[in-house]
């Protein structure tokens, strides 16, 4: 019987070590896997950035429409930028992760080559389309070719430029979807209007701006 107690006390500290160690080990992994960092504006944002170049505070965010979270994300950085027109600089990068986004990346391609890039942007953050019908129904709402846009969905005319932004996302070290604020993963899913503030204020502290 007292090995038995021995055997079991042994038996409870060895779990109670191991546990303790997974407790910490994860803790150090789940905030590390978190601190994501890019070069604020890094590489070519191909036209699609709002905001003076000179701006304090750059937010690049990396957008599959097909994710909710994204999308949600978008409404508040499109109020973040009314708010401060003058102090901050949005860029939007590509970051397809599945074929229908992929589809909405190369109708907002498709639009850029129009000019029209943001009109349609905007358009699918307030009402993210959920099939190949509305991606065209929406593009022709915001006044460009229904002919034209099925055309170049059907022909990937613009695929190129997708995969491109993809690559290039990728070569910066961002392998999922995110937003980035001066660099830094704005972790906040999905995130108010008041956290994202905070964060640009404090960044404008830091900078001065």
Wanted: hydrophobic fraction near 40%.
């Amino acid at each position: 019987m007292w090995k038995i107690k021995m055997w079991t006390k042994q038996y409870l500290i060895s779990v109670a070590f191991v546990t303790i160690i997974a407790v910490i080990t994860g803790y150090f992994l789940w905030n590390n896997a978190g601190e994501r960092k890019i070069e604020p504006g890094n590489g070519n944002c191909s036209g699609y950035c709002l905001g003076p170049e000179d701006a304090p505070v750059t937010i690049d965010a990396y957008v599959d429409f097909t994710c909710h979270i994204c999308v949600e994300k978008g409404l508040l950085i499109a109020q973040a930028l009314e708010m401060y027109p003058e102090r901050l600089r949005f860029i939007y990068h590509h970051y397809p992760e599945s074929d229908f986004s992929n589809e909405v990346a190369q109708a907002l391609e498709y639009a850029g080559s129009q000019g029209m890039f943001w009109d349609l942007y905007e358009e699918f953050i307030a009402n993210p389309p959920t099939s190949i019908g509305e991606i065209v129904a929406i593009s022709t709402a915001v006044g460009l070719s229904s002919n034209e846009v099925s055309d170049a969905l059907e022909s990937n005319e613009f695929l190129h430029s997708v995969e491109a932004a993809r690559q290039e996302a990728v070569a910066q070290g961002v392998y999922f979807v995110g937003v980035f604020i001066n660099g830094k993963e704005y972790e906040k899913y999905p995130g108010t209007l008041e956290d994202l503030v905070q964060a640009i204020e404090l960044e404008l502290k830091k900078t001065g701006g």
